[in-house]
């Protein structure tokens, strides 16, 4: 086998390691959600705290993965994370405690993060070496697919009325099959040669001070839909094939949505195309609460899956940007914003929806959130001399 795959095919191997980990790994408890909640009785409040234990363990993991202890080593860490992935997910249809339910999605979100950094790690710098940036797309794709084959999957299981623990035992098969797929296309590909020199400081920069609480931000507000969407529709009666429905719509959004959003960014430039993305945003998060009947969630679902990728990858595009010299450095503090953001958001969201009966505060909660992160955003773009 060739030592160093094409770009198109580590691209591709970066596809499937996103749709294994992210995609599946990480959002697939939001289709499964609402069925845990019926069959053990769990609060909103309780699913908050579920969620968020997810988003420490991402945080922790992006942090320590963005160190330099793990330099020549990432090829390894993205397998360990990947099968850990698998395992995890299989592991959730076997537990009915909290405790467990909690240290379980702790240690798979450490697990994504370790695929997001190091695949990223190994795919971007033969992209960058071979002249190949556009394939990025098609690696952070992955997410939309991950979510839109593991809806499908659910819509198969909830057509056979199977229980919400045969959802995850199944997502861990499905991300099996995905590990085996990376394996093949990545084969023993590691990181071009990239400098591991000690980076500088980060700039004492307005602007950057503004985009990380704008990163901060956005993370608060895209959460809470992204948690509890498919638990907007079990409120309002959508019915299972319904939900499982919404969240493929989400995915399917989610799979061009950079690459658009990237040619939106070519024309009218970062910053402007971050705030635009946030105010779409906005629009579907309040869609999900305010539009009546099947027409809300599906909005909520476009809107939503169009929008949060994109975002995630523009934001860490403008922090590059502004610290050109230090971007490790810069991955690692705008993924501590956003992640301390999705930490406070699904637990503020539950405790919200636990108190009102519904999501409609915790949804303009959110909305607003992304509205201040869009505005902050756009007023940070560096001004032309």
Not at 140 to 146: D, P, T
Not at 321 to 328: F, G, H, I, S, T
Request: aromatic content about 8%; proline content about 4%; overall charge positive.
């Amino acid at each position: 086998m060739n030592a160093t795959p094409s770009p198109l095919r580590l691209a591709l191997a970066g596809m499937v390691a996103l749709a294994v980990a992210m995609g599946i790994g990480r959002f697939v408890y939001t289709p499964i959600l609402p069925g845990m909640m019926e069959g053990l009785g769990l609060t909103p409040a309780a699913a908050g705290w579920i969620a968020s234990a997810n988003y420490v363990g991402y945080l922790i993991g992006a942090l320590a993965a963005a160190g330099g202890w793990a330099h020549g080593r990432e090829r390894m860490l993205m397998f360990a994370g990947l099968a850990a992935s698998a395992v995890l997910a299989a592991l959730m249809g076997f537990s009915e405690t909290m405790a467990a339910f909690l240290a379980i999605r702790f240690l798979a979100g450490l697990a994504s993060a370790f695929v997001m950094v190091f695949m990223a790690s190994i795919v971007f710098s033969h992209l960058a070496e071979a002249g190949c940036g556009d394939l990025q797309a098609l690696h952070f794709g992955g997410v939309g697919l991950g979510i839109a084959a593991s809806s499908a999957l659910l819509a198969i299981l909830v057509s056979e009325h199977a229980g919400w623990a045969a959802g995850w035992l199944w997502s861990g098969a499905l991300s099996t099959v995905g590990l085996l797929v990376v394996a093949l296309l990545a084969g023993s590909t590691t990181p071009a040669n990239v400098t591991d020199g000690r980076e500088p400081a980060l700039p004492k920069d307005g602007s950057l001070v503004k985009l990380i609480v704008a990163y901060g931000l956005f993370g608060f507000g895209y959460v809470v839909t992204a948690t509890f969407l498919v638990a907007i529709v079990r409120q309002g009666g959508g019915g299972r094939v319904f939900e499982a429905t919404v969240w493929m719509v989400a995915g399917l959004a989610g799979f061009p949505s950079i690459w658009a959003w990237q040619k939106l960014a070519g024309r009218i430039g970062l910053y402007a195309t971050y705030a635009a993305s946030c105010l779409v945003e906005v629009v579907g998060v309040t869609a999900s609460v305010v539009v009546k009947g099947v027409a809300g969630p599906l909005i909520a679902g476009v809107l939503l899956g169009g929008t949060f990728i994109a975002v995630t990858a523009l934001g860490l595009q403008m922090g590059r940007q502004l610290a050109p010299r230090a971007p490790r450095r810069i991955f690692a503090v705008m993924t501590a914003a956003f992640g301390l953001g999705q930490i406070v958001g699904p637990i503020a969201a539950g405790l919200l929806a636990q108190a009102s009966g519904n999501y409609v505060l915790a949804s303009i909660m959110a909305a607003s959130a992304l509205l201040a992160s869009g505005v902050i955003a756009w007023s940070a773009a560096p001004k032309s001399p």
